[in-house]
């Protein structure tokens, strides 16, 4: 469903199917003789016909029309191979968020995580991905991307896009911003209603959370009047919805905390996450689907580790088990 948001600037709801976030905002640029389109949908049938229906409606000629990527998730990725072969156009992505989609393509992005569900305190088990979307709803082929870095502009219509570096949400997310219109693209960087998933990405990024709360008071402090994210409703207030979003995370930390004191001052990852309040209806954390489990376990590491950034807490890992406690 296509639907105007700004002068040329059209929101097409992609449906999402079996996920909690039921669709995206893929939003279409429009110009004379151009096109942009921001994010693309899961790589399924009902995502594919959502998105090629909408720029069959806009009349806009797909061989002139560019795709960008604002990071690698499949929800955001996964029509981009498709898009590349009926496009001439280019696929713009940061390049280390394209290296993951790479690696989502040639499956072998799970065997980079089956050693963090031994971290967490769980089974190592390749099985376990056989449902996450990574695997289930990335790109079907190889795509040439086109590599953006921050501080590059993408002309069109009459926008100048600012490439902006967000790391948080993954570790180079990227955002566009027009600082004459005021209008900022933010992904999955700011979400309306719900909060993005801050994810443990290996000890080569050793404090995803410290990133991402730095990347929103970079966001905070530009000029903005309208943030089109890629989930949920358009945000207007953007400082109220930044101030509620490191609220969130603050209580998240003030949580798993405490949850480390009931736990003696000890705790591995899967007990932590399986006593967290989570938003996902199911019985127990036990019946969360395997891509919910890894998510939660994700986050709450995520916060763990900011909490040893930061110096309250320690952990040390014991036959590749990691164990959290309260520094001596």
Known sequence: MIQKVYENIYLNSVRLPNTPLK??????ITDANRALIIDSGFNT??????????????????????????????????????FQRESSGKVYSSINDASYVT?????SFSDLFVMSLKLFGMEASEDFFSSHPAVSYCPDSAIDFTYVKPNDIIKIADFELNVISVPGHTPDHISLYDPNKKIY?????ILDSISPNIAFWGDE??????????????TSALDIDIIFPSHRN?????????????????????????LLDENGSKATVIEIASAMHWDYRAESFDAF????KWFACSEAMAHLEHLKSIGKISSSDVQGIRYYFYNA
Do not use: C, W
């Not at 669709?23 to 279409?28: G, V």
């Not at 693209?185 to 960087?189: L, P, R």
């Not at 358009?234 to 930390?253: P, V």
């Not at 689907?289 to 919910?292: S, T």
């Open 234 to 258: 358009i945000i207007k207030d953007y400082k109220r919805r930044i101030a509620e979003i490191k609220a969130h995370h603050f209580e998240r930390l003030s949580e798993v905390l405490g």
């Open 205 to 218: 990024h050793p404090d995803m959370l410290g990133e991402y709360l730095s990347s929103l008071d970079k």
């Open 185 to 189: 693209f933010s992904g999955d960087h």
């Open 103 to 107: 690696k989502m393509i040639q499956n």
């Open 23 to 28: 669709s995206l905002n893929s939003y279409i």
């Open 289 to 292: 689907p395997n891509a919910q």
């Open 45 to 82: 049938q009902i995502s594919s016909e959502d998105f090629f229906s909408g720029i069959k409606e806009l009349g806009i000629d797909i061989k002139n029309t560019d795709l960008f990527l604002t990071h690698l998730h499949a929800d955001h990725s996964g029509l981009a191979s498709m």
